[in-house]
């Protein structure tokens, strides 16, 4: 379980940042998030929070992001665990307008297995909005270094699956950290993802919002757990 939230966008004053708010996008496992973006800046609330059926009728650009499906994982921690995905898309479905598009930050499977990824589809197309993901290292796991999540969501991606995409006037940034994971699980980038997220936002206007997502944090949550990236200063440095 990797996904701590951070819900404080970076502002120029935080991180030394001259040009956009800043945002790591991550959440418990099971769970799913409402995260409205008004003016650059976001705001995050819970599915069951009462205020998420106000934020979602609003006119503000609303996203949803969930993680860690974990779709075939049986252990007495979550014995069904494709179930806590149904329930979670049921609460997305009864929400009474549906957000602009949703973000699975990974894991959505166990152990990368064809049938896991078919379950967890099968369930997440049912939300009736694009859906936008980033792997967690157990997507990768199968012996073609991710084979069988590339040929699913890699379409139009780079590397192991990092891209970026626009949505009203907000840059999107999906970022890979598990491919080459440190001792204890530390998440890393490489100097190839990095160079390409420095070019990535070369183009942008100053004025525009950018929305950073990834499995692992950014940031250093927990190191001796896996709950950071190694470089992840490196990449905030280069937007």
Known sequence: MKNPVDQTPRTDEDDG???????????????????????????????????????AASNQLTFLQIS?????????????????LREAVAKIKAMPARPSFMIHTGDISHLSKEKEFDDAEQIIREVGVPVFYVPGEHDLLDEENGRAYLARYGKGTRGAGYYSFDRDGVHFIGLVNVVDLRAGGLGNLGAEQLAWLEDDVRGLASSTPIVVFAHIPLWTVYPEWGWGTEDGARARSRI
């Open 68 to 84: 860690d499906s974990h779709v075939g994982f049986d252990k007495p921690a979550n014995p069904d665990a494709l179930s806590t």
């Open 17 to 55: 940042i001259d040009r956009r708010g800043f945002l790591e996008c991550m959440t418990w496992a099971g769970t799913g998030v409402l995260w409205t973006l008004s003016g650059g800046l976001p705001r995050s609330v819970g599915l069951a929070s009462a205020l998420a059926a106000e934020a």
